[in-house]
T-cell receptor, first 114, second 112 residues
Framework: SQQGEEDPQALSIQEGENATMNCSYK?????LQWYRQNSGRGLVHLIL?????REKHSGRLRVTLDTSKKSSSLLITASRAADTASYFC??????????????FGKGTLLTVNP | DAGITQSPRHKVTETGTPVTLRCHQT?????MYWYRQDPGHGLRLIHY???????DKGEVSDGYSVSRSKTEDFLLTLESATSSQTSVYFC???????????FGPGTRLTVT
């Protein structure tokens, strides 16, 4: 079963606008990750936020985490056409241990129109 | 691509035939994973490995087996392919010191 669920399923914006995607999950986590997938390619890791962090930045990306609501958001500022991709959140299904596994959501398809 | 290759990249096979997909990495990472990606389901973990000859099942392991006889290779086998196994298969690796996973380019498998 999916641990993370992204919302919305699809998002279409104009270049230069900000894009916000949300992720909700069900059980306690150690950390939450966001990945990007361009059409026909493998996933690329974007950012990781630990359960004791509330906000993290990386370039034009801003991730927030609210463990009380079991939710995270990914904000892409000043979007570009090259940001067009599917975005996935991923959570660790098991707490701790060396056999670390991720559970992925179904993704948000972001389209940035020139 | 973190030195990960998958072969073949595309394959069409018939129901009932065995199929083996190969994931090869060049950086000696301990952890390797096989996922399948289907519309409406996102990525789902099939099997993973935490060392040579050390493997375990994921969420959707039925109908699949894996083997890892060398650090660099992680093989996924469909013993008798079914149409429900038509999918895109991704291999991923993880460094022991971090949580991020790095993905290969994928294998598109069609079972007719």
């Amino acid at each position: 079963s999916q641990q993370g669920e992204e919302d919305p399923q699809a998002l279409s914006i104009q270049e230069g606008e900000n894009a916000t995607m949300n992720c909700s999950y069900k059980t306690s986590i150690n950390n939450l990750q966001w990945y990007r997938q361009n059409s026909g390619r493998g996933l690329v890791h974007l950012i990781l936020i630990r359960s004791n962090e509330r906000e993290k930045h990386s370039g034009r990306l801003r991730v927030t985490l609210d463990t009380s609501k079991k939710s995270s958001s990914l904000l892409i500022t000043a979007s570009r056409a090259a940001d067009t991709a599917s975005y996935f959140c991923a959570t660790d299904a098991d707490s701790g241990g060396s056999n670390y596994k991720l559970t992925f959501g179904k993704g948000t398809l972001l389209t940035v129109n020139p | 691509d973190a030195g990960i290759t998958q072969s073949p990249r595309h394959k069409v096979t018939e129901t009932g035939t065995p199929v083996t997909l190969r994931c090869h990495q060049t950086e000696n990472h301990r952890y390797m994973y096989w996922y399948r990606q289907d519309p409406g389901h996102g990525l789902r973990l099939i099997h993973y490995s935490y060392g040579v000859k050390d493997t375990d099942k994921g969420e959707v392991s039925d109908g699949y087996s894996v083997s890892r006889s060398k650090t660099e290779d992680f093989l996924l086998t469909l013993e008798s392919a079914t149409s429900s196994q038509t999918s895109v298969y991704f291999c991923a690796i993880r460094q022991a010191s971090s949580y991020e996973q790095y993905f290969g380019p994928g294998t598109r498998l069609t079972v007719t």
